[in-house]
């Protein structure tokens, strides 16, 4: 359906688009009514869409909190898509759902540093490093060649890629923000490493414990932390081992994710000189400045100084997976089922043999380091 988000709250006619029908301003939009009058008409526009995704997050966390394998990113993308296929999306909560993918989604990106301090990554030593990061950089472009291969879209490819190498929903959502990648791409992407990758956090454990491996407890953490993907299918695998593999894992985990940072920046010259296709507004020669990054290379400096309390990290850390949460919910209102139906099978078999390949990969290092 057409949305214009230039236009405010107030400049939107009583009928809905393309159907003509009158809708009365009920829920969120009634609310969001008894804050404009106090707010620039371009900060008022911003509200309805952003009380929906706020709501959205609520849900979804609360949910996420009753479920032991499913993490409130995914519950929020499921109730955005759900409610942009089911209902008819009013053109007023436009602009706040476009300021979540972007702007929130920047600001959660940063606070991601308070989860690392610099002790963390040095104390790996050079053996946990290489185990971290030779790996993630193999996925990456083995990914990406066999994207090609395969004939899947390009930014698909790149996206599922950055998930599965990186740090799952945190690096595609990243990724997807500095080249302006389509959120149809996006939520494809997430989609496919949140399968897999809790496939693994449920397999690994299993194959840890059957001993068919011969991996000691330290060993399956790094290889736990290397090579599955979101940060808490990570802690959920590595400590099924134990105490030792958990943190070893974590630490190693957190290694991968602060890989975001040089990532971000590479991929921003890449985007701007049309190395990498994002399949959406595409504006050649512009390096955009990924200043949001500086905030997570701040929040890391601060963490390792001890700056913030145990507390206070705890808090931040909670703020900041509602702030992703409502950036996955606004990814989802954006995401139009009926695309989805046609993508394919590629991605699928993409997101296979990339999860593969990682785990094989860390697997054989280890072998090989320890």
């Not at 007023?92 to 989860?115: C, E, H, M, P, T």
């Not at 940072?261 to 504006?283: E, K, M, R």
Request: hydrophobic share 50%; net charge neutral; glycine share 10%.
């Amino acid at each position: 359906m057409n949305m214009d988000s230039n236009r405010s709250d107030t400049e939107i006619p009583n009928t809905i688009p393309n159907i003509g029908q009158p809708y009365r301003r009920t829920g969120l939009m009634t609310l969001a009514d008894q804050f404009s009058f106090l707010l620039p008409p371009e900060t008022a526009a911003l509200i309805p869409g952003l009380l929906l995704t706020i709501s959205i997050a609520a849900i979804a966390i609360y949910t996420g909190a009753q479920l032991t394998y499913v993490t409130p990113l995914i519950v929020a993308m499921g109730i955005g898509i759900l409610l942009r296929n089911a209902f008819i999306l009013l053109p007023a909560y436009k602009d706040g759902i476009n300021y979540s993918i972007r702007q929130v989604l920047r600001f959660a990106v940063a606070l991601l540093g308070v989860r690392i301090t610099i002790e963390n990554i040095t104390g790996l030593g050079w053996e946990g490093l290489i185990a971290a990061l030779v790996p993630l950089v193999i996925t990456l472009f083995v990914t990406m060649w066999m994207g090609r291969r395969l004939g899947c879209d390009p930014s698909q490819t790149f996206l599922i890629a950055t998930g599965t190498s990186i740090c799952g929903a945190s690096a595609i959502m990243t990724a997807g923000a500095v080249t302006q990648a389509k959120e149809d791409n996006v939520v494809v992407a997430i989609s496919s490493i949140t399968v897999f990758g809790t496939i693994l956090m449920l397999a690994y454990p299993m194959i840890f414990k059957s001993g068919v491996l011969g991996l000691a407890e330290n060993q399956y953490g790094i290889w736990a932390g290397a090579s599955i993907h979101e940060v808490a299918q990570v802690i959920a695998a590595a400590f099924g081992g134990g105490e030792v593999s958990g943190e070893i894992g974590t630490i190693v985990k957190l290694t991968r994710v602060s890989a975001l940072v040089p990532f971000a920046f590479i991929v921003s010259f890449l985007y701007a000189n049309n190395f990498i296709t994002s399949g959406g507004n595409y504006q050649p020669g512009q390096v955009k400045f990924p200043f949001f990054l500086l905030g997570f290379l701040g929040m890391v400096m601060l963490n390792s100084y001890d700056f913030f309390t145990p507390k206070a990290v705890k808090a931040i850390e909670y703020f900041d997976m509602f702030l992703l949460t409502m950036a996955m919910g606004a990814m989802g209102l954006e995401t139009d089922f009926k695309q989805l139906l046609k993508i394919g099978y590629k991605p699928l078999v993409l997101s296979i043999f990339s999860t593969l390949t990682i785990s094989l990969i860390s697997l054989i290092i280890i072998y090989i380091l320890y």
